[in-house]
């Protein structure tokens, strides 16, 4: 099993050792030990899945205060670009983004701490998103910011003027006007 680091600290890709044979592929998902030997002692106590079509794009969300949530992402089905930005405040990257391509054939995983914001683009057909969270979700204390948001300059790799967002997702706030 491979961790490696991002540009921003303590943002983790994981890729999980894959077994094949004849009659297909077996791998873990997560293991607590070995994360915990990997120095990350999250605990999670949800998961969530979410089905979306090629364009859909979902983000970029976070949970505020004792309610913020550390995440554990993959792709269970299809490809997505999976984006995070940076909102801690005392970081040297506070504001800045990273992207990777998570897909059911490359089996990565991306390990987000609190206080990042989080979103995603399909980029197949269809894809199967799959998360864990270290806290349960707050309606009280969600927040996030605008996918397009002219300060962040995020290249999602579609057209945005053909992707499909939610209207909720469209009146978030830009990062300089967010909650906090």
């Not at 997505?80 to 089996?107: C, H, M, P």
Request: glycine content about 6%; aromatic content about 12%.
């Amino acid at each position: 099993m491979s961790f490696t680091t991002t540009p921003i600290q303590d943002l983790i890709v994981f890729e999980p050792a894959v077994f094949r044979d004849e009659r297909g592929y077996f791998y873990e998902s997560y293991n607590q030990k070995v994360w915990e030997d990997a120095g990350i002692s999250t605990v999670f106590v949800q998961d969530n899945q979410a089905r979306s079509t090629r364009g859909v794009l979902r983000g970029l969300h976070y949970q505020l205060g004792e309610m913020a949530q550390a995440k554990l992402v993959r792709v269970t089905e299809g490809e997505v670009l999976d984006v995070v930005v940076d909102l801690r405040e005392a970081s040297v990257t506070f504001g800045q983004w990273y992207s990777i391509r998570l897909s059911a054939e490359n089996r990565r995983q991306l390990f987000v701490p609190r206080n990042f914001a989080h979103g995603y683009i399909v980029l197949s057909d269809q894809a199967e998103f799959a998360y864990k969270c270290d806290n349960f979700y707050s309606k009280n204390h969600e927040g996030g910011v605008r996918f397009d948001d002219p300060e962040l300059a995020i290249n999602w790799e579609l057209n945005l003027e053909q992707v499909l967002v939610s209207a909720k997702d469209v009146a978030l706030p830009f990062l300089k006007d967010r909650r906090k």
